[in-house]
């Protein structure tokens, strides 16, 4: 399998879900702000005509795209380690529930944001959207390790993700202790130090 990403986009979550998975894999950076190819020279829109990342080439030459159904993919390819409940079950359609709010109630309101078109107004409105939607989530952290309960899953790296956006928005997520400390325990998980290392978001050990 191959992952097309860009560092620190919306593609962490799926790079961390194959180092947690203990995937083989290989990798490739895209410059989505400039050129739009691949550090290899590749024209991205060729790979993906919807011209964004994340990107997942398998081993059958076919290509997957969008992050939610990406991470689910994966997840079931290593159900032993339970980075997803089992299809069917309720705890699924929980999941699917946490994928589908972090996917249009927090990443999308992100996007103004980092749009230099965007007026002020509109940033504002998303900031105060996204403050809302943070203390939604932190009170439903409450006394828990990870969104499900015990186990880690691929909600929570897709979180963790859009998390770390805060601090090149001027957002302080420790507004909110519950995500302060949750975001920090996820920091430290090997998978996660693996994928921001490879990305270039941390130094490399």
């Known amino acids: 399998m191959k992952l097309y990403y860009a560092p620190g986009a919306c593609s ?4 961390i879900i194959l180092e947690e998975g203990g995937f083989t894999y290989d990798s490739e950076a895209i410059d989505l702000r400039g050129s739009r190819m691949t550090i290899s020279g590749k024209d991205f829109s060729e790979i993906n005509p919807k011209g964004y990342v994340p990107v997942l080439v398998l081993d059958d030459g ?3 795209t969008e992050g939610p159904a990406i991470n689910q993919y994966l997840a079931d390819r290593v159900a032993e380690k339970k980075l997803a409940p089992a299809n069917g079950t309720l705890e699924r359609y929980r999941l699917q529930e946490w994928l589908a709010f972090i996917s249009t109630e927090l990443h999308k309101s992100f996007s103004p944001l980092f749009n230099p078109a965007a007026s002020e107004d509109w940033k504002k409105a998303s900031l105060e959207n996204i ?5 939604y989530v932190a009170k439903q952290l409450a ?3 990870f969104l499900l309960g015990e186990n880690f899953t691929i909600a929570d790296a897709y979180l963790f993700t859009v ?3 805060g601090q090149y928005v001027g957002l302080d997520i420790g507004k909110w202790p519950a995500l302060k400390e949750y975001h920090g325990r996820i920091f430290m998980r090997p998978s996660v130090q693996a994928a921001l290392m490879a990305e270039g978001l941390i130094p490399s050990a």
Not at 12 to 15: D, G, M, V
Not at 131 to 135: D, I, K, S
């Open 131 to 135: 403050e809302r939607r943070l203390e």
């Open 62 to 64: 076919q290509v997957l």
């Open 163 to 165: 998390l770390g956006w």
């Open 12 to 15: 962490l979550a799926p790079h």
């Open 143 to 145: 006394g828990k390790q």
